[in-house]
């Protein structure tokens, strides 16, 4: 479920983005009160160990198939809530460069849907709540497998709610719901189910790394009140002040946002506009293609009401969008080989000289 | 296994990449981080319809594969194995978009506009991501991230977790081996040893870690993070992150590829 770049906008990414960066501020300043320097190693370690165990593939009696761990939950309980988070933060940050799981742009959604909500909702108010009593292998399978599937239900929850928001996929929100719920019930069983067996075996050989964990943050020390409030303000903050400066100021946002170029004519509405129009009117030799074909000969109405985003379809600009977008293709890979082919002369002239000059 | 191996491939491979010395390698990490975010918001800006001016953002990956003497095949290869999840949401918006458009007679779901444009987002932030990597390095990003001020703790947890996954997929890799001949033709670990195999490989990240803390603290580690030597921004990094950033505001701003296309076609009258 991690999310791609594709798949929002810059509002949600930024947004979450700062969401992600309150929580691990938080995270790390109390990492420095509590802990010392000796967890950091630690927290390095467990967090390859992750990507190690996510590479045990797990056979799943009677389906076929086979899941590995996500780690969020397990994190939380080995290493405590912050570490945790930190840990989860580095390894989808090294996913996302390395192997393009989940995007840069997307690393505060994927963050928050599979850190935040195992270690600061699923870990203090389900796990340690079981586990308060003392810890027995029946409490701490009970506790991991609701922790899993609860915090992976948010995590999938989310995941739809940040699709949405960006706009980018057609998908009612009732259908994506019923997409993403049932699925990762699924895989909050399986994750469930092998977090409570190596906790257990991690408790039975070692009690003390359990125990120690589960004694450092004990339930009253998680301030979940300035955890959600630093995530609200930021929110709010970044959120609310992007998104009221897109709406205020829709023109000059316009390319940084959402609506695309040749939907309109242009209505500059400020100075800075203004002058930009001019130049516009200036540099491009067509400013007003899409409207004038519109005019034009092949006058085709578009099936539906134009939408908000969608610009008026016709064969022109259809077919010039065609002609256009394959120039520009031809024309970047022409670029690239002509670079390429240069580099490689550079190099065989570079590689002759040597060789002349050895002898 | 293969899996493990695979991915200790894929990481050894971007860092030997990363290890180049080209014009691209050269520029301040700090520098190629900041275009490749500006990169990103300029490609994921764009609305679900559009298409065409998405295209001249092909640019940018042409130019850094050819300038930095990068193999496309091998780095584009990764770019098409990941995502199945992206394909598997966008392949839905033909079937849930209820309206058509007409193009060239033919009447189409406009859903499939919206999958073409997701799928060439997905290809083109993908590969920007991939590309960061390849051309920076993984300390050299983190020296960045430092820059960025991202505390150190984070920085320096980030880079051990670096180092030492290969050193744990190796070591998964021999457990998985020995206990494969044990059990032969069985695939994946059963599940009532999932917990003592998993289980075993956390108490030896747990004395690995407490081993690595004791020599780390034996060369002097106090919990400081030295990036070792990374030199300032200089005009040239300035120039360069100038120079796309304005690449990428004029592509986000005008339909280029349309109004060459309306040259050749005579969509304007």
Known sequence: ?359 | MSKAINSIYNIRFLEELSGKETSIHRLHPLVKLLTTVAYLIGVVSFGRYEISSLLPFVFYPVLIFSLAELPVGKVLKRVLLVSPFIVGIGILNPLFEQNTIILGGIVISRGWITFLSIIIKCGLTVTASILLIATTGMDRLGAALRMLKVPKVFVLQLLLTYRYISVLIEEVSRMQRAYSLRAPGEKGIRLSVWGSFAGQLILRTFDRAQRVYQSMSLRGFTGEYNTGDIAKVRFKDFAYLAAWSLFFIIMRRYNIPMLIGSLFTGGIK
């Open chain 1, 1 to 359: 479920m991690h999310m791609a770049d594709a798949l929002i906008s810059p509002l949600v990414g930024v947004t979450m983005m700062a969401a992600t960066a309150s929580v691990a501020a938080y995270s790390i300043k109390k990492i420095q009160n509590e802990m010392d320097e000796k967890k950091i190693p630690l927290m390095g370690v467990m967090g390859a160990f992750v990507f190690a165990a996510q590479m045990i593939n797990f056979s799943i009696p009677g389906t076929g198939s086979s899941g590995h761990i996500g780690g969020g939950i397990l994190l939380a309980i080995l290493l405590g809530p912050y570490a945790g988070f930190l840990t989860m933060s580095s390894i989808l940050l090294i996913q996302a460069l390395f192997f393009g799981d989940g995007g840069l742009l997307a690393y505060g959604c994927n963050v928050f849907n599979l850190g935040f909500f195992t270690c600061f909702i699923a870990y203090p108010l389900i796990y340690k709540w079981v586990t308060r009593k003392g810890v027995t292998a029946k409490r701490i399978f009970g506790a991991s497998m609701f922790s899993a599937i609860i915090g992976l239900q948010m995590g999938a929850f989310s995941v739809v709610l940040e699709t949405l928001f960006s706009g980018k996929t057609e998908l009612p929100f009732g259908t994506f719901v019923l997409l993403m719920q049932p699925i990762h019930l699924g895989i909050g069983v399986v994750e469930g189910f092998v977090t409570a067996t190596v906790v257990t075996f991690v408790w039975r050989a070692r009690p003390e790394i359990i125990e120690k964990t589960a004694m450092g943050e004990a339930l009253g020390n998680i301030s979940m009140r300035k955890v959600l409030t630093s995530i609200i303000i930021a929110v709010i903050v970044v959120g609310g002040a992007l998104s009221s400066f897109a709406s205020a100021n829709p023109d000059g946002l316009e390319w940084a946002m959402e609506k695309t170029a040749g939907t309109s004519e242009l209505k500059a509405s400020d100075g800075i506009h203004k002058t930009l129009s001019k130049i516009q009117n200036k540099v491009a030799f067509l400013p007003d293609y899409s409207f004038k074909t519109k005019v034009g000969k092949n006058k085709e109405e578009p099936t539906v009401q134009a939408e908000d985003s969608w610009p008026p379809i016709n064969a022109g600009t259809s077919v010039s969008g065609i002609v256009g977008g394959t120039l520009t293709l031809l024309l970047a890979a022409f670029t690239g080989i002509i670079i390429s082919v240069m580099k490689k002369k550079k190099r065989k002239e570079k590689s002759t000289l040597k060789e002349f000059s050895a002898r």
